[in-house]
């Protein structure tokens, strides 16, 4: 099994910072993408960001400029920096991993259990 472990939420003012953090962990042969997404009350959850595994990146027109996404692969982590925050981004975050267990293995996604993010105007 494989777990993802998300830290760094929390509540912050407008134009305020957050990084958020997600550690994979358990039978892993390799990650290919990884990513974030949101779900505010009442809406559907949406892609946020997402990295490869050779770091090409994306990200969704609400948040370009304002949010980065990294990853560390010797650790098999996945970071989002949030600059700028509005209270738009206010939501529900959660960690995505596509994942191989074993080199015969298919490619399978796992999530975190999600972390909260409130910005305040």
């Known amino acids: 099994q494989v777990q993802l472990e998300e830290s760094g939420g929390g509540l912050v003012q407008a134009g305020g910072s957050l990084r958020l953090s997600c550690e994979a962990s358990?039978?892993?042969?390799?990650?290919?993408?990884m990513g974030w997404y949101r779900q505010a009350p009442g809406k559907q959850r949406e892609l946020v960001a997402s990295?490869?595994?050779?770091?090409?990146?994306n990200y969704a027109d609400s948040v370009k400029g304002r949010f980065t996404i990294s990853r560390d692969n010797a650790k098999n982590t996945v970071y989002l920096q949030m600059n700028s925050l509005k209270p738009e981004d206010t939501a529900v975050y959660y960690c995505?991993?596509?994942?191989?267990?074993?080199?015969?293995?298919?490619?399978?996604?796992?999530w975190g259990q999600g972390t909260q993010v409130t910005v305040s105007s």
């Open positions: 358990g039978n892993i042969f390799h990650i290919n993408a």
């Open positions: 990295i490869t595994s050779g770091g090409i990146t």
């Open positions: 995505n991993a596509n994942v191989k267990t074993t080199i015969f293995s298919t490619w399978r996604d796992y």
